[in-house]
């Protein structure tokens, strides 16, 4: 479960919005309850400090998850999911990340 709470932040990181399929598919979740409640049980910080922290999955409507506003999700235009995104894409970002910490 570390790896998948790992994948749903950095796609919360990266994306404002995202495609209900992708996100399963990337998070081997098979339907839309299971990412509601792993969603709620990963928190990811809104603001300054710990006490600003959300969970992940603000809500899933219309096929699409929307995930908690963040600084990084919402500081540039365009945060929502653009096909052709490859997962290697994804990998590399998380590298960077991950190296950072």
């Known amino acids: 479960n570390q ?8 796609l ?3 994306y ?3 495609p209900l399929s992708v996100v ?8 839309e309850a299971s990412l ?3 969603g709620s049980k990963v928190m990811v910080s ?11 999955v603000e809500k899933i409507e219309g096929g699409f998850v929307t995930f908690a506003a963040s600084a ?7 945060s929502d999911f653009k096909e052709g995104v490859k997962y290697d894409a994804v ?4 590298t960077k990340t991950a190296l950072r910490q």
């Open 3 to 10: 790896i998948r709470s790992n994948m749903i932040k950095m």
């Open 12 to 14: 919360a990181s990266t």
């Open 16 to 18: 404002r919005s995202a």
């Open 24 to 31: 399963l598919a990337a998070l081997d979740l098979k339907d």
């Open 36 to 38: 509601l409640s792993f």
């Open 46 to 56: 809104a603001g300054e400090g710990s006490e600003n922290e959300v969970a992940t």
């Open 72 to 78: 990084n999700n919402t500081k540039r235009a365009g």
């Open 91 to 94: 990998a590399v970002m998380m």
